[in-house]
């Protein structure tokens, strides 16, 4: 296990579509976080999970979109009716037991509403 | 709110130049931590240093320096001797609430760009 994995790295849509991305953490990292960075901006944190159990919700994260984390291992992100202005990068992190351990960054999944 | 600024959007250095990255952040923790995020372009971000708040010993790492000026709330990063693959933006980042919750409140970066 070599890091944090994302799938995929791009992905283009019309608006109104629906689209999910998935997060591979590394393994036997209990937290696992979402955020979105859009252009020229640092990451803004979205959610995040203590195994399956989704902790905290963003007010970013409307009702279009949600997130989940079934047994507690890979993640997936869905948007709902997409936006133009949902174009953004959206990055996956990990942590072992969260509080101040190194949260470690995927790659990230770009998406681009057209 | 916990809030972030960092004030230099874009900085070019010559290689083998020291240049310091400002940032501030504004708090009523009395208990945070504080990070400097490396992002190159198109990588994943990594983490380049970290201080803790109660401890007034400005973290190290190899090259990697910070002056953390707790009363002032500033926290800047120095990169001294610096490399072609220093190239990156550059995020500072916070995280307070620890006893709550853990996510990472994100400055809006600085591009740095060093120059052969």
């Known amino acids: 296990d070599t890091g944090v994995s994302q799938n995929p790295r791009h992905k283009i849509t019309k608006r109104g579509q629906n689209v999910t991305f998935r997060c591979d953490p590394i393994s036997e990292h209990n937290r696992l976080y979402w955020y979105r960075q859009t252009l020229g901006q640092g990451p803004e944190f979205l959610t995040y999970f203590q195994n399956e159990a989704q902790l905290e919700k963003s007010r970013l994260l409307s009702d279009r979109f949600s997130a989940e984390r079934p047994k507690g291992s890979f993640s997936t992100l869905e948007i709902q009716r997409t936006e133009q202005g949902d174009s953004a990068m959206y990055l996956c992190?990990?942590?072992?037991?969260?509080?101040?351990?190194?949260?470690?960054f995927g790659p990230g999944t770009r998406l681009t509403v057209l | 709110a916990q809030t972030v600024t960092q004030s230099q959007p874009e900085m070019s250095v010559q290689e083998a130049e020291t240049v310091t990255l400002s940032c501030t952040y504004d708090?009523?923790?009395?208990?945070?931590?504080l990070f400097w995020y490396k992002q190159p372009p198109s990588r994943q971000m990594i983490l380049v240093i970290r201080?803790?708040?109660?401890?007034?010993q400005n973290a190290t790492e190899n090259r990697f320096s910070v002056n953390f000026q707790k009363a002032a709330k500033s926290f800047s990063l120095k990169i001294s001797d610096s490399q072609l693959g220093d190239t990156a933006m550059y995020f500072c980042?916070?995280?307070?609430?620890?006893?709550?919750?853990?996510?990472?409140?994100f400055g809006k970066g600085t591009r740095l760009h060093i120059l052969p």
């Open positions: 980042a916070f995280i307070g609430n620890m006893n709550r919750d853990d996510k990472i409140i």
């Open positions: 201080q803790e708040a109660y401890k007034q």
């Open positions: 708090t009523s923790e009395s208990n945070y931590y």
């Open positions: 992190a990990s942590s072992l037991r969260g509080g101040v351990d190194e949260q470690f």
